[in-house]
């Protein structure tokens, strides 16, 4: 059964960092177009950042622009979100999401479809 595996959340502080991992089990990530979500709580589901596997292009949320890095290695089979200058409001339920050959842009913005993939959810806090 195809499914995302993610890792990396935690507690950490403001100002601080946090690297969150995605990989793929019983398929590989080429053609797909991966990213991230989260849910804070009493918020919406958010589309963070999204990364397309065949041309690396990216979007970001304006929230997280500048302090946010989304990466691919192709060799890991696995997506990376390196998360720096945390801020309290960063704090959610980061969902790893894949779709295969949509657009960074579709992901983000609209989510997987049935057809697409929702992981299972990491939790990242941000606190003194």
């Known amino acids: 059964q195809w499914h995302l595996v993610e890792s990396g959340g935690g507690l950490e502080q403001p100002g601080g960092s946090l690297r969150l991992s995605c990989a793929p089990s019983?398929?590989?990530?080429?053609?797909?177009?991966i990213g991230w979500f989260r849910q804070a709580p009493g918020k919406e589901r958010e589309g963070v950042s999204c990364?397309?596997?065949?041309?690396?292009?990216?979007y970001y949320a304006d929230s997280v622009k500048g302090r946010f890095t989304i990466s691919r290695d192709n060799a890991e089979n696995t997506v990376y979100l390196q998360m720096n200058s945390l801020k309290p409001e960063d704090t959610g339920i980061y969902f790893c999401?894949?779709?295969?050959?949509?657009?960074?842009?579709?992901?983000?913005?609209?989510?997987?479809?049935?057809?697409?993939?929702w992981g299972q959810g990491t939790q990242v806090t941000v606190s003194s």
């Open positions: 999401v894949a779709e295969y050959l949509t657009h960074v842009q579709g992901l983000c913005i609209s989510g997987p479809s049935d057809a697409g993939f």
């Open positions: 019983g398929f590989t990530f080429q053609l797909y177009t």
């Open positions: 990364i397309n596997s065949r041309d690396d292009s990216t």
